[in-house]
């Protein structure tokens, strides 16, 4: 998000925030063509990759789904075990990072301190 915020304001470009500009995708919309987007889920190792045509999802467990979104918008038909689209599946799953973060402390396990007003989060029963 970055590199579009400092490109719409005129900054120079940052090489500590990683990411591609959507400048010219809000520009022109037509223009840009079909861009894989990423989506990390909450489980650290589980994600979507999702396009204009296909939404791939793989699950820290090994577990995958696959979907044509232009024959199947609402996602009934999971083709991830059909070998016909094991081309499909292996470009979009080449899209995701190669590691993830280590997960944080789960907010369940947090309180929120707060001292003045300000806050800051702590671990519970500290």
């Not at 591609?20 to 987007?37: C, E, F, I, Y």
Request: with cysteine; charged share 25%.
């Amino acid at each position: 998000m970055y590199p579009t915020l400092a490109r719409l304001c005129d900054l120079p470009r940052d090489p500590e925030h990683e990411g591609q500009s959507l400048h010219s995708v809000l520009k022109n919309p037509k223009q840009d063509g079909n861009r894989s987007v990423f989506l990390p889920h909450d489980h650290p190792g589980s994600y979507a990759i999702i396009n204009g045509d296909w939404r791939y999802i793989y699950y820290q467990d090994g577990a995958e789904e696959l979907y044509d979104l232009s024959a199947d918008f609402h996602e009934w038909n999971n083709l991830a075990d059909n070998a016909e689209y094991a081309g499909i599946k292996k470009q979009l799953k080449a899209q995701a990072p190669a590691t993830f973060a280590p997960a944080g402390t789960s907010r369940n396990r947090l309180q929120m301190v707060t001292e003045g007003k300000s806050f800051h989060w702590a671990p519970k029963g500290k």
